[in-house]
């Protein structure tokens, strides 16, 4: 008789021993496995590396990274896993490519791995990570498709993300009497003064295509004006992208020489060699002065909030990092990401020279970087909607509103003319691609 419940109490401690080993150690089950990773050749993700190496040894999961220059990630990307089995396990895009990657079903949504009680870290504390970041790059559905809302999933975790900020030379501000900007009538006529001087004011892209679209993409946001309306017409042609468009012409003619030629790099490398006296853009370029490699006004800069026009508006920007649908070790994965973006993750990429992505690093940090405090305070105003994350992006872009812009700030043509011909090209963009089947349907009616 005492038998039985001996039996059945060493049946039950041997299941609690088994189940104690089996969650002793998340990572074990994944150790050998090995996550191929397709991201941006930028400063951040190389900065990520001796990330990957600390994971690599605490987890036994090996890593392999496929590192490219960040224009010809996409096509790489969307070839890789449109396969029916892909090489990728995880893959860093763009902001702007989601809604395309989610349209085309090559991404898996994340809820498949939060569910799950053995992969996801209960100190994660996804709430923790900057809202406009996670809203940009990772979620996919909502308002407009690609903005917050309820029909809204979860498909990325930001990593490398950003929104914009004003850096400003200290030293010359001070000898020209000059106070920090902090609306663009103040920013527009510090620009004229520097000028005045001198002195090259604002560096900016400027390059054909994309780069100078960005850059009045920039100025867009704050003083109020959107690509389209809520029902999908296309509004670059209004006044308040019409002001946006000429205060991109006068940063043209006051910033540094070349703007015209210049993408992100050469931009950024203006204010950073000297050549220019201020950077509004992403807020990356505090990392970057830090950086004795890259700066030589390491000490010099200040930063400020994005200077508002008729509202507050900052970029949103930057990579996302998510597993394809065809990955074929989808939970190892998932550890990897979430690892990476951990609270202790996030701290480790400060001190290896990266970006936060988390408001709790920010505020631990503010001491250290002063363009912490800032950015804090900044992001309440990055705005969701500062470019249409759809997959006709990339040839409004582009095509569109590339070229046109290119036109604004390389010649003396008037403005609005230039951009009614671009609201022209949208429409008929949008047009081609149905987005007016509704409206159409119901005038029908």
Known sequence: M?????????????????ASAAFAN?????????????WPALAHFQAAEELIEEFVE???????????????????????MSKPEGEYDVVSWVVMWKGEYVSKGLLTPLSEFFT??????????????????????????????????????????????????????????????IEVPTTYDELAAVMTKLDEAGIPALTSRGKTGHQVTAAWLLHLAPMGGKIFDEEWNPVVN?????????????????????????????????FLQGDAAMHLDTLKIAAMSRNPSLSKIDGKVGYALHPVGTRCGSETGGFA???PANAPNKEAAFLFIQYMTSKAGDQRMVELGGDPIRIST???????????????EQLPCADPDWRPLIPEWNEINIDVLGQALTQVITTDDPIQPI?????????AIMEREGYYTWANYRKSQ
């Open 362 to 376: 920010l505020q631990n940090n503010a001491d250290k970087f002063p363009d912490y405090t800032v950015t804090a």
């Open 26 to 38: 998340p990572y074990e089950k994944f150790e050998g496995t090995t996550v191929v990773v397709s």
């Open 116 to 177: 799950s009680g053995s992969l996801v870290d209960p100190l994660y504390d996804i709430d923790d990570i900057a809202d406009a970041y996670l809203q940009n790059g990772g979620v996919v559905g909502g308002t407009k498709g690609y903005m917050p809302g309820k029909s809204g999933a979860l498909y990325g975790i930001p990593f490398g993300a950003e929104t914009s900020i004003l850096a400003y030379r200290k030293d010359i501000f001070e000898e020209q009497g």
């Open 321 to 323: 990092m998510g597993i």
């Open 58 to 80: 605490e987890t036994g999961i090996d890593v392999e990274v496929d590192a490219l220059q960040y224009l010809k990630l996409r096509d790489r990307q969307i070839l890789e």
């Open 238 to 270: 209004s006044p308040e992208a019409v002001k946006a468009a000429e205060f991109l012409r006068h940063v043209a003619r006051t910033g540094p020489t070349g703007i015209e030629t210049f993408g992100f790099g050469e931009a950024a490398a203006a």
């Open 419 to 427: 951009m009614d011909e671009a609201n022209e090209k949208l429409r």
């Open 2 to 18: 005492s038998l039985k419940p001996l039996k059945t109490l060493t049946i039950g401690a041997v299941a609690t021993l088994l």
